[in-house]
């Protein structure tokens, strides 16, 4: 058995269709519904641009496989979500635009630079950008 790479990450978010429009207009996501039996009402899976679904967004009463009490940020022993991402300077500047709070970090020994901001959900995204 072995770990490939992390798949997906849940958010359970009573604004289901702004966080989405947050993610999908931040970070160039694709929004789309989930699949049966999830609905338009209740889910949200948001794609990359190589198809894959690394963001699932739930309402509050969206049926779940393992259901367990959801709690509204902050976001209990999760500290954050991080993200391999491109285009340094472009999301610096739509974060600007939107007048997010964010902060940055640069790790020179490894050619990263970091952007850290909160989902409107309270969940700490970690925006990694390499060699740039």
């Known amino acids: 058995m072995r770990v490939d790479a992390l798949d997906h990450v849940n958010i359970i ?9 947050f993610y999908a207009e931040l970070l160039d996501l694709e929004p789309r ?15 990359d641009p190589a198809g894959r679904a690394i963001v699932h967004l ?8 393992y259901d367990r ?3 509204r940020g902050p976001t209990g022993s999760l500290h954050h979500v991080a993200l391999r991402c491109q285009g340094y300077e472009e999301l610096r500047a739509r974060l600007v635009k939107r007048g997010l709070d ?12 970091q952007i850290f901001v909160l989902d409107p959900n309270g969940v700490l995204l970690e925006l990694n950008f390499f060699g740039g």
Do not use: F
Not at 102 to 113: P, S
């Open 69 to 71: 009490e959801v709690s």
């Open 58 to 65: 739930n309402s509050l009463d969206c049926p779940r496989a």
């Open 102 to 113: 964010h902060k940055t970090n640069e790790v020179a020994a490894i050619g990263l630079q």
């Open 33 to 47: 519904d989930g699949p049966p039996p999830l609905t338009h009402d209740n889910a949200r899976w948001l794609y």
């Open 13 to 21: 978010t009573p604004d289901l269709e702004g966080t989405a429009r």
